[in-house]
Structures are given as C-alpha cells and as structure tokens.
C-alpha cells in the first residue's frame, strides 16, 4: 500500500507556536526544559539510544549514571527507599494498585483524585471507594474521611483496603491536604498510603519518611523538567518485593515495569535538569508567595480563586465572572479570551473557557505575572467600553 504524497505533506517537522510565549499552563509549567535538558534531548534523541549502555536492566547502567540517580540520588530526594523509572504518574499508580490489589479489593481515592487514579484502579479490577472535599469554595479534604471510609469498607467487605491514595496536590485546585494526618490515619488500619505527587515532587520540597508515605508516584514531564513521557515510582522497603516481583521466565525483568520503562530522551533530560529540579526546590517558599499575591492581584480584577486559602500552591482554579460576562455578547464569544491572550504572547488558558479556569504561577516570575496581570485588566477594560 503506498501513501497519497500530498497527504504526508502533513507530516514532518512541525512547529510549535506558543513554545515562546509566558506559559501558565499546569500542565507545563514543570516540564519546561532546562537549557543542560534541551542539549540532551539533541544528544540522546534516537531511539532507545541509552539501551547502547545497557546490560539488560535499565536502571543498573553504570555509564551514564543512571544507577546512581536512580538508586541514589532519589530515593534520597523523595525519601523513598527505592525508585524505578516509569512512563508517568499514572503508570506509577497502576503498578502500585495492580500488585498490592487483587480484583475485588478496595482501594481509598479521595474525591478530587485525577481520572488516571480512577482508571488504573479499574484497570486493575479494583473497587473504589472516595473520601469526599468538603466541596465549593474551599474543597478541603478532612483526614477523619479517610478513617471513616476505610471503616465502611471493613464493614462491607470484612476487610480494610488495599490500599488508600491521596493527590498531593490535587490537579484542579491546587489544594494539599494534611498528607502526614492521613498516613497517620491509614496506618492506624493497616492500610498503606500511595501519595500522587505529579504537581509536586520536583516543585517543592517532598519526603515520603516524613509524611509517612508508603508509595510515591511522580511525573517527570509535569514536574521535574523532563521531556515526556516519564514519571517516578518510589516505594518503601516494605514493599518494595511486592511491588517489583521479578518474572519467573526472564528473571532480570520486573513484572509491573514490563523489563523496562522510560529509555532515551525522557531518561536523559530528566537527568540532565536534576541539578537544577533540586535547587529549584528549595525556593518552594518563593513560589508559594508569588502565587497568593497574584491570587491577590486578580482578585481585585474581580476573578474568584477557589481552593485553600491562602493558598499553598502554584497551580490555581478561578472563577471568572468578567471574562464570562464579556462572552455572553464578545464577537468572538467564549473564544474570545483565548484570542486576546494569545495577542499578548500568553499562553495556557485553554480555548473556550470564560467562566472558570485553572493557571499556574511556577517558575513565571514576577514580571511576568505582572505583565499577566495587566493583560486581564487590559481585556476587561477594553470590552467594557464597547
């Protein structure tokens, strides 16, 4: 079968439009490369070109040292007593659900956990069961929550969880939850606790000891300056022989990683931004201000932030009544904000929405955030005198 010329005319290199502007997307924010990242991506852009190194396991490769940095320097960053590569978050919670659940079990989810937390435990043929927010404004999640849903679960089934998961922070308002109260409180039941940190560890500050974490699920393209798709695993020594049981016919290869994970590009420029991830981290103060005084700032433009407060982190979710109101009769209609920012060279606020919007103030700066600012005000001003 041959292909139609003109239509692989459509493929090839294509550019990448916002890839200049100030970038307030969530999802982004944490993955922009460094300047040591972009080289390695040139530089180990083949293939699987780290596999040139390999000996049959990933993580053990010497030179580069991947052995290191992953049975070193992380573990010794999230506080974890091991860490495998994975190809994100959500492979990171799969692993988890699928070797501590068998089908049937329960597994704890609090209500404002990410779709990819839901579909993994189904994916492992899990029950599940949330521990809800206390909902609009705030969507504050009580630890208590999690004792009473662990026992109504006990009290149904006969038996407590397999497993409990709290998203730290959560992806639509930002919000940390008490994280160290609800391991206390799994633990009281014997329930181990899996933190979902894709907003967090390589942002601030994360020891999984500390907080009592049994398991740690990370995302290298959200949050630790890595070309996507890769994520962290980190597990306690408690689990760590379940959790990366080995195959009984290759016997080099753990079963929850099939073999191996994330090679090449993803791996390197993960490695390549470590340095700077870490130093990045501790800032985490600096970061957290920013982003309640922007919070502050458009609040006076009249835009509602929803979540904690004062808030605690970078990412955000606000109500936004003026942009909505401009909708209603804008030529454009509810595209029309996406249009205008994308004049001023912002981008991240996702086409068509007007009357509500999640951003993020990490690593933007305060000039930028400024020039943000502004640019809200500008919009609002100039429909209000057509």
């Not at 293939?47 to 320097?73: M, N, Q, R, T």
């Not at 933190?195 to 990370?218: E, H, Q």
Request: negative net charge; contains cysteine.
């Amino acid at each position: 079968m041959s292909l139609d010329e003109d239509k692989l005319k459509k493929f090839g290199f294509i550019e990448r439009g916002p890839k200049d502007a100030i970038n307030i997307d969530p999802l982004q924010t944490g993955g922009i490369l460094t300047e040591d990242a972009r080289k390695a991506l040139l530089e180990w852009g083949d293939g699987y070109s780290i596999c040139d190194f390999c000996g049959g396991v990933l993580d053990l490769i010497k030179k580069p040292p991947v052995y290191e940095f992953v049975h070193e320097a992380l573990p010794e960053f999230i506080g974890t007593d091991e860490v495998r590569l994975t190809h994100g978050a959500r492979e990171s919670k799969f692993a988890v659900m699928n070797s501590m659940g068998k089908p049937g079990d329960t597994v704890v989810l609090d209500g404002l956990a990410h779709y990819s937390s839901h579909v993994a435990a189904q994916r492992a043929d899990l029950e599940i069961e949330k521990v809800e927010s206390s909902g609009h404004p705030e969507y504050n999640l009580d630890p208590e929550g999690y004792a009473q849903t662990i026992e109504k679960v006990a009290n149904k089934s006969g038996k407590p969880p397999a497993l409990a998961l709290l998203t730290y922070p959560d992806g639509n308002y930002g919000n940390l939850a008490d994280a160290k109260k609800v391991a206390d409180v799994c633990h009281e039941y014997d329930v181990p606790l899996l933190l979902n940190c894709a907003y967090s560890v390589g942002r601030m500050p994360i020891d999984a000891k500390k907080i009592g974490a049994d398991f740690i699920a990370a995302s290298g393209h959200k949050s630790m300056a890595s070309s996507g798709p890769i994520g962290l695993l980190g597990v306690q020594e408690e689990y760590a022989d379940t959790v990366f049981r080995k195959s009984p016919t290759h016997k080099k290869k753990e079963i929850e990683l099939l073999g191996c994970t994330s090679r090449g590009a993803g791996l390197m420029t993960m490695i390549a931004s470590f340095p700077q991830v870490v130093e990045r981290t501790k800032h985490w103060d600096e970061e957290v201000a920013n982003a309640r005084w922007f919070s502050e700032k458009v609040e006076e433009l009249g835009l509602i932030q929803v979540g904690q407060k004062p808030h605690n982190h970078d990412l955000m979710f606000f109500e936004t009544p003026p942009f909505y109101e401009i909708s209603k009769t804008a030529k454009k209609g509810r595209y029309f904000l996406y249009r205008e920012l994308k004049k001023r060279n912002i981008h991240g606020i996702k086409g068509g929405l007007t009357k509500y919007f999640k951003l993020s103030t990490y690593q933007v700066g305060r000039d930028n955030l400024s020039y943000v600012i502004d640019s809200f005000e500008e919009i609002i001003d100039k429909y209000a005198e057509e």
